[in-house]
């Protein structure tokens, strides 16, 4: 799009517009993003930049082209250094949208990659962070948009229809460098996978990488990051099958506006987490004999089902989380935390432990806002 090749031109018009400091826009080296690697044997960063070329653009929409320049070094610091060394040229990160970060990155920590934005004066704190999915972080520039040619560009605009108030499902490094340490609230972060389409390897956001402080604890995928996706208000919709055997009867539903409310007390010398989830869906097709769920009686029952199907999913993503993870993907830590703060600093300092054994329960009502089809239940109220 236009806009993104307008920003840059009038960033560095901005910040070099001064005669003693001048720099021309075609000595600069614009950054859309970045794929950052490490080596646990060796210790070592590698940083793959995405660059827009803007000096064989045309001027039109999507005219420019895009390279990329690699390098390493000891830190992070180091390797991105050796850039503008390798390049001849500065680069410009003020522009750099989204930046990859491998499983080798995550496994090891997340910190010396916030360490580097936290110094360097031309990084951009709004960038998003995504985990890779491929064998390393530089492999994803070899997939393929349908959007955008630039890999980072893509992301960046797939990743603004997950950023919202209220979803915690994309997240930018401001949000990071706050939740980096913080016990009592996991980080959850998008993961970009390849999928094949015909003959081209797409790139897709399929699964979620969940962080305790600032290490890996797992990856949610499949099923699972769809379930985990209704529990953080993730804004896109996802298709939910649900069988109704009693009708012969299979219908897909799509999760669309929807709501998460937590509770927290003490009970019998331990904590309990009520969860409520309300979700409301539109009917998106169906197998079998569905008109016997099309009356007040079966919209009931179908409802029904979808809560029972949801519930279950959603307590296998919490189990998971709370037995394998203790990441507190629901920030429980964090709302014991706001709302009793003596009871949190009684729990803080063995906050996982304390995670671990606390008991729970979900509860969750679907409320059915287009059947899809033309039936009456478009004209009835709906019962749940």
């Not at 360097?120 to 997939?143: C, H, I, N, P, Q």
């Not at 460098?177 to 980080?187: M, P, Q, T």
Request: with cysteine; aromatic share 6%; hydrophobic share 40%.
């Amino acid at each position: 799009m236009k806009k993104y090749l307008l920003l840059p031109l009038m960033v560095a018009c901005m910040l070099f517009s001064s005669c003693s400091n001048y720099t021309e826009i075609e000595d600069l080296i614009i950054v859309s993003g970045a794929a950052i690697d490490f080596d646990a044997q060796t210790g070592d960063y590698n940083v793959t930049a995405e660059i827009i070329d803007l000096q064989s653009s045309s001027g039109r929409e999507n005219s420019y082209q895009t390279t990329y320049i690699e390098s390493e070094g000891a830190s992070l610091a180091e390797a991105i250094a050796a850039m503008s060394r390798i390049a001849g040229r500065q680069l410009y990160w003020g522009h750099a949208g989204v930046f990859i970060l491998s499983r080798s990155v995550l496994e090891h920590s997340i910190r010396p990659v916030l360490d580097w934005f936290m110094r360097d004066a031309a990084a951009r704190l709004s960038s998003m962070v995504v985990a890779a999915g491929t064998a390393k972080a530089s492999e994803v520039y070899k997939l393929q948009s349908p959007v955008q040619k630039s890999i980072s560009m893509s992301l960046e605009q797939i990743l603004d229809n997950f950023h919202t108030a209220e979803s915690r499902t994309a997240i930018d490094v401001n949000e990071l460098i706050n939740l980096c340490g913080v016990k009592g609230c996991a980080i959850c972060m998008p993961v970009v996978n390849a999928e094949k389409n015909v003959d081209t390897d797409l790139l897709v956001i399929d699964s979620y990488a969940v962080l305790q402080e600032d290490m890996l604890s797992g990856i949610y995928t499949g099923a699972d990051a769809v379930y985990l996706m209704l529990l953080l208000e993730n804004p896109l919709q996802n298709v939910i099958t649900v069988e109704i055997p009693s009708h012969h009867t299979v219908v897909r539903i799509q999760a669309l506006e929807h709501s998460v409310s937590l509770e927290v007390s003490e009970q019998d010398g331990g904590l309990h987490a009520a969860i409520t989830l309300t979700v409301n869906v539109s009917i998106v097709g169906s197998e079998g004999e569905d008109s016997a769920i099309r009356d007040r009686e079966g919209n009931r029952i179908l409802t029904d089902a979808a809560a029972e199907k949801i519930a279950a999913g959603c307590s296998a993503v919490i189990e998971r989380d709370q037995q394998e993870f203790r990441a507190d993907i629901l920030g429980i830590g964090r709302h014991i935390s706001r709302t009793d703060p003596e009871l949190w600093r009684l729990l803080a300092e063995a906050w996982d432990e304390h995670y671990a054994r606390m008991d729970w329960e979900i509860c969750v009502d679907v409320n059915i806002d287009k059947s899809g089809e033309t039936s009456p239940i478009n004209d009835q109220e709906v019962v749940s």
